[in-house]
């Protein structure tokens, strides 16, 4: 048997992150099985479905990497297959005409109500005849669901779970309009589609019984169910905007890497023993269904900035040069030469190596591209006192005798002056680092020299040592 999964979100907004995390369970339970991983927009409500909102979930599945089998197929593009199966469930005998006007199920609703009774279809027009049918009425088709025992769903994650079939009404299955429910429109889509595992958030789990009902009523074999928890916040209550309840576009411009959110994403409610950093060879190699817990997995913003911090520093520099540009030329309002490119991939091994996202080591490169006179921090601007602007002087003057001007040289250079002077190396390193960088944090000071070239970071330690005030 080819394992085939799928992906069916409702394109009424972005890609969600519990959505993001669902898709990446199917993606990696059918890669892991070498078996195929569909993509199927439930775009029925055409109210609220929109087109932008299809091009969003596909981009964020895209850029999360993510890859889907053969072509995004629309649900509501489907819909006289649905119908066709709701008339041959009827022909059959497993479902049938009703014809309830909307008054009288408010006024049955309301009387169970009234009277502490589960407010539920009565199944009034289950066994009437044709004749009874009132003249100028369309009516809904409504399954004809077994009255007595139960249903029962073996799910993967939640373990065995029944539910009494006279608990279960007889649902909706075609619309007084003609239109297919949400319920028969997903279990004929599964069925066509030759979906094998049906793995979505366990808000659906009582949707299953339904569907199940469906599946047994067109003698076609219901796939195997996996039911995950959903995504709460660090806290531990439900998870919204505060928590990261945020589209995938909202973590890549705030400059997360794919594989760090994919690895994010991966470890919510699903382990591997201690691991926490999980390449995608390995959770290709390692995921499985029986791995993922019961309990509400909790999203938590440090950990996300952990691993992102650790995939930054192992990402191709030139990869990230090419993602830190459009961020450094829309904030300098700039744009970079083929030289300054340069200077930033040479810079980067610095950079990537303090910074947890890409909106951080932007941030971190923005003085290498500063005009001079340097805009100076708080701390900064408190650490270049008179005292360490005639320190930076001496510097000056012994670096700008300096005919090898590489790293190690500056150090050495600087390193011998604090001798003589009979001070600490970092009274005349950190002075030098906020001329050089406008802060007292950054990359290695002599580093920075270095990348900076002779000619440019003299002309910083000039505009400091000239400067009046910052």
């Not at 009516?139 to 769903?153: F, H, K």
């Not at 520099?317 to 083929?338: F, G, K, M, S």
Request: glycine share 8%; proline share 4%.
């Amino acid at each position: 048997m080819t394992v085939v999964t799928r992906f069916a979100p409702s394109p009424t907004g972005f890609l969600h992150i519990g959505g993001a995390r669902t898709a990446l369970f199917n993606w990696l339970f059918a890669r892991h099985h070498g078996g195929r991983f569909l993509l199927r927009i439930e775009d029925t409500d055409r109210q609220r479905s929109t087109e932008a909102a299809v091009a969003a979930i596909l981009d964020g599945l895209s850029w999360l990497g993510l890859n889907w089998d053969g072509d995004a197929i629309s649900q509501f593009g489907r819909r006289d297959r649905h119908a066709a199966v709701a008339e041959a469930m009827r022909a059959a005998g497993q479902a049938y005409h009703c014809y309830c006007s909307p008054e009288e199920l408010t006024e049955l609703r309301e009387r169970q109500k009234a009277t502490g009774q589960p407010m539920r279809y009565d199944g009034r027009w289950r066994d009437r005849p044709a004749g009874d049918a009132p003249a100028g009425v369309s009516p809904v088709v409504r399954l004809r669901a077994p009255r007595d025992g139960e249903t029962v769903l073996q799910d993967r994650v939640q373990g065995e779970v029944r539910v009494q079939n006279e608990q279960l009404d007889d649902m909706v299955l075609l619309r007084a309009d003609g239109t297919p429910t949400y319920m028969l429109s997903v279990v004929v889509d599964d069925h066509d589609m030759g979906v094998t595992h049906v793995v979505r958030g366990d808000d659906h789990l009582t949707n299953a019984f339904r569907q199940i009902q469906i599946y047994k009523a067109m003698g076609w074999e219901p796939p195997v169910f996996a039911h995950i928890p959903l995504i709460h916040g660090a806290d531990g209550a439900k998870l919204s905007k505060r928590h990261g309840a945020l589209g995938v576009d909202a973590y890549r411009d705030m400059g997360y890497l794919p594989e760090a959110l994919r690895n994010h994403l991966l470890r919510l409610g699903w382990g591997h023993g201690d691991d926490e950093i999980i390449s995608d060879v390995q959770a290709t190699e390692w995921f499985g269904l029986e791995g993922i817990g019961r309990s509400a997995a909790r999203f938590d913003f440090g950990r996300l900035d952990s691993l992102n911090a650790h995939y930054l520093r192992h990402a191709d520099d030139q990869r990230l040069v090419d993602a830190v540009v459009p961020r450094l030329e829309a904030e300098l309002a700039i744009i970079l030469t083929p030289d300054q490119r340069d200077l930033l991939r040479r810079a980067m091994p610095g950079l990537k190596a303090r910074a947890k996202t890409l909106a951080e080591l932007a941030a971190s490169a923005r003085f290498y591209f500063a005009v001079r006179p340097l805009a100076l921090d708080a701390k900064a601007a408190a650490l270049l006192d008179a005292g360490a602007r005639r320190r930076l002087t001496l510097v000056a003057e012994r670096l700008a005798a300096l005919n090898d001007w590489q790293a190690d040289a500056i150090e050495a250079v600087t390193r011998e002056l604090a001798e003589q002077q009979a001070c600490k190396l970092g009274q005349l390193a950190q002075p030098l680092r906020a001329a050089l960088t406008g802060s007292t944090v950054s990359p290695p000071v002599f580093e920075v020299a270095g990348l900076l070239g002779k000619d440019e970071a003299l002309a910083r330690l000039q505009s400091v040592g000239t400067s009046e005030s910052v």
